[in-house]
């Protein structure tokens, strides 16, 4: 049986994590994975794998943390080759990247980018970038989901990518199946909704100050994460305590998405989100910020409100899409006849196994 590594910045439930389990998914019981995090017990994601999937947590693997050095890089290239492909993610996992440079004979190495943390969402980091360039040169390959970290791949780390879309099980999404707790819709209430990390990139904070602006809206943020007690305070300072609802992590967004009207994107920084053709599926409008490649993600009678970064133009923007419920249906049903057109997971999954299979071929 095959073995393939994975080594994850974190294995809590966000949009890369719920891709990486959907492969798990769909390769069944063709390989056994085992999966290390750069983030010790943000394992959220770890209840989306299928029960008869073989995934191991093991507690006893070198760190994926700690100063850079040969010893260092020793042991994780020593734990390396017990393997047949290492999967790796994002900069929390670049040490493994880097212990793969140093060291010869170890089994090829496929990196995944999925986009950058509060730290980097203006301006990447120096030493970062010559990190990765650094880093890159050994990988099998670079995978990134958007044209823009392809152009960032490109043009900065010197390294030409493969770039596969994000997709999803899009006909899951016809209707919500599932109640959100604490979500009890009042009469002529509009239901806003979102799905993500509640880590300071998503800035969930503008997303709250905007929809405590509209008298009639209740809001609902699907997640966890460190930021849950800002936005409560927020919801507090703003007047609206008692119009947000904050259920926790939901795995299977298919389940519950549709119960909102309009669905709300407030990041600083994004690439390809998951979450963003999830609504599309559920066939939502959408209101987001105009971050990475989300512009181009949604139906183009949607771009109109894909709006700048910053609080006053998102503030209008969900000011207008709740005022206006024909415009809602209309972007509604042209977000999801795109996401129906090109963002089908088949066609992910089809491009990943392709990749990893090539690897496997060549090791």
Not at 225 to 238: K, S
Not at 258 to 281: K, R, T, V, W
Request: hydrophobic share 45%; charged share 20%.
């Amino acid at each position: 049986m095959r073995r393939i590594l994975h080594c994850h910045s974190t294995f809590d439930a966000g949009g890369k994590e719920a891709r990486a389990v959907r492969l798990m998914n769909a390769f069944g019981d063709q390989f056994d994975h085992v999966i290390l995090t750069a983030t010790p017990g943000a394992l959220g994601a770890r209840t989306l794998i299928d029960p008869g999937v073989r995934a191991d947590f093991p507690t006893d693997a070198p760190s994926l943390i700690g100063k850079p050095g040969p010893r260092r890089y020793h042991r994780l290239a020593d734990y390396m080759r017990g393997f047949d492909l290492i999967l790796t993610y994002n900069w929390g996992a670049m040490d493994a990247v880097m212990a793969h440079r140093v060291f010869d004979n170890l089994p090829p190495l496929i990196h995944h980018e999925d986009g950058f943390n509060a730290d980097e969402a203006v301006r990447l980091k120096t030493r970062r970038n010559f990190f990765r360039r650094l880093a890159l040169p050994t990988a099998r390959a670079l995978v990134v989901p958007s044209q823009t970290l392809e152009a960032v791949a490109r043009g900065v780390w010197h390294i030409t990518p493969v770039r596969i879309a994000n997709g999803i099980d899009v006909a899951a999404y016809a209707r919500p199946t599932v109640a959100i707790p604490g979500l009890a819709r009042l009469p002529g209430e509009i239901v806003v909704g979102t799905l993500a990390g509640l880590r300071p990139v998503k800035n969930l904070l503008r997303l709250v100050r905007a929809a405590a602006t509209i008298p009639n809206v209740r809001l609902v943020i699907v997640g966890e994460g460190p930021e849950r007690a800002a936005i409560l305070a927020e919801a507090a300072r703003t007047g609206m305590a008692d119009r947000l609802v904050l259920p926790g992590f939901m795995p299977r967004p298919h389940d519950y998405i549709g119960h909102f009207d309009l669905f709300a994107l407030s990041s600083d920084s994004e690439q390809f989100p998951i979450s963003l053709i999830e609504a599309m599926a559920a066939g939502l409008p959408c209101l987001a910020t105009d971050v990475g490649d989300v512009a181009t993600i949604v139906a183009t009678a949607n771009r109109h409100f894909v709006m700048p970064a910053e609080d006053r133009a998102f503030a209008a923007g969900l000011a207008a899409l709740c005022g206006d419920a024909a415009i809602r249906r209309l972007l509604g049903e042209a977000n999801r006849a795109k996401a129906l057109a090109e963002y089908d997971e088949r066609i992910m999954i089809g491009r990943y196994r392709m990749l990893y299979e090539a690897a496997f071929r060549d090791s």
